[in-house]
């Protein structure tokens, strides 16, 4: 029932900024938490930036004061705001919702940041 549309992600120079969006297509109910994990080519998929319902978040530490992840539960829609990127954030970037009876992934999208 609930699907994940993300949108965003290109191509950007080391130190610049971007924008991720993932959206739900239906309501979500109780306690959740959604994510964004990436992938880089020829490495194991790694969690980025966590947010639960309540709006605790969580990062990894190679992205901390670089990254900042929101929502709004109103459109039922997150965020990753990327700051000062850096060519090893290079990657897929996959939205993940997780609540009660539900596990789920966006398609993926690709950030490719230049030197």
């Known amino acids: 029932q609930v699907q994940l549309v993300e949108s965003g992600g290109g191509l950007v120079q080391a130190g610049g900024s971007l924008r991720l969006s993932c959206a739900a297509s239906?309501?979500?109910?109780?306690?959740?938490?959604m994510g964004w994990y990436r992938q880089a080519a020829g490495k194991q998929r790694e969690l980025v930036a966590t947010?639960?319902?309540?709006?605790?978040?969580n990062y990894a530490d190679s992205v901390k004061g670089r990254f900042t992840i929101s929502r709004d539960n109103a459109k039922n829609t997150v965020y990753l705001q990327m700051n000062s990127l850096k060519p090893e954030d290079t990657g897929v970037y996959y939205c993940?919702?997780?609540?009660?009876?539900?596990?789920?992934w966006g398609q993926g999208t690709q950030v490719t940041v230049s030197s």
């Open positions: 947010i639960a319902s309540g709006a605790g978040t």
């Open positions: 239906g309501s979500i109910f109780g306690f959740n938490v």
């Open positions: 993940n919702l997780k609540v009660l009876g539900y596990n789920g």
